[in-house]
């Protein structure tokens, strides 16, 4: 087993990010805007509700559209596994809960498994929390023909700063196996000093390390080879040892 009692570079990282934006735009790091709201399971206070959880945040355009009932389906059948990650879930739409409540029937309806809707589902008739997170700008907010949000995505940490966002048009369905994978890349990487490659948990089996994750920068040769024993170096031309792959499966999430 490898030992965990290298700080987290991760910390150092989360430094570089300021609090609080300095032009009102959401921006990675930043503290989360607050709100209050109606939702399918009663009102809700968005920071209280979070409580030093890792929260998703995850919004569709629009009701009774059926790109959205699908991923609400899908969402569902995830709800589960996310909760067994410390991560609480919840949705939002520009409709009102009493429009959420009768589109839901459809909701099971239509997902092959017979999925039960744990989650909340937030009402954002005026569009207020939409703006807020910068899912619509401020001009469009009252328009007649009231615009859509786009399809977002907001992981949260416990200390309400926003870790990562996804934007997709209302045309382009969302995947929630890669929403899970983010999740599990984020809560890696704030526990140990690592970064995930690309296409993490399926890269370099070509040579013999799949699944394994880089050491953070920030990580000594000498603190690599205390804390992580076994860890492997890619070579380069460059003859510079930043490639350092180790075994996350030797790693633990518990704190």
């Not at 009692?5 to 607050?34: C, M």
């Not at 000594?220 to 499966?249: I, M, N, W």
Request: proline residues 7%; charged residues 25%; neutral net charge.
């Amino acid at each position: 087993m490898c030992s965990t009692d290298v700080k987290s570079g991760t910390e150092f990282y989360a430094k570089l990010y300021p609090e609080k934006s300095s032009d009102g735009v959401l921006r990675l790091g930043n503290i989360v805007p607050d709100f209050k709201a109606d939702t399918t399971h009663g009102p809700i206070e968005w920071h209280k509700w979070i409580d030093g959880k890792w929260a998703i945040l995850f919004s569709h355009p629009a009701d009774f559209t059926p790109v959205c009932t699908t991923e609400i389906g899908r969402l569902a059948l995830k709800y589960d596994e996310l909760e067994k990650k410390g991560v609480k879930l919840a949705t939002l739409s520009a409709d009102p809960v009493d429009s959420h409540n009768k589109w839901l029937k459809d909701v099971v309806s239509h997902c092959e498994n017979k999925v039960e809707i744990k989650f909340p589902i937030i009402g954002d008739a005026d569009r207020s929390i939409a703006v807020k997170y910068g899912m619509l700008d401020p001009t469009n907010k009252d328009k007649d023909d009231l615009p859509l949000t786009i399809r977002a995505v907001f992981i949260i940490g416990p200390d309400k700063k926003l870790k990562l966002s996804l934007n997709y048009p209302a045309s382009v369905g969302r995947n929630m196996d890669e929403i899970v994978r983010c999740v599990d890349a984020l809560q890696l990487s704030a526990k140990h000093s690592v970064a995930t490659p690309a296409n993490w948990p399926h890269n370099h089996d070509s040579i013999g390390k799949k699944g394994w994750a880089f050491l953070l920068p920030t990580v000594t040769p000498e603190d690599a080879k205390l804390h992580f024993p076994g860890h492997h170096s890619c070579q380069v031309p460059s003859g510079v040892d930043y490639l350092r792959l180790t075994d996350v499966s030797k790693l633990t999430l518990q704190t």
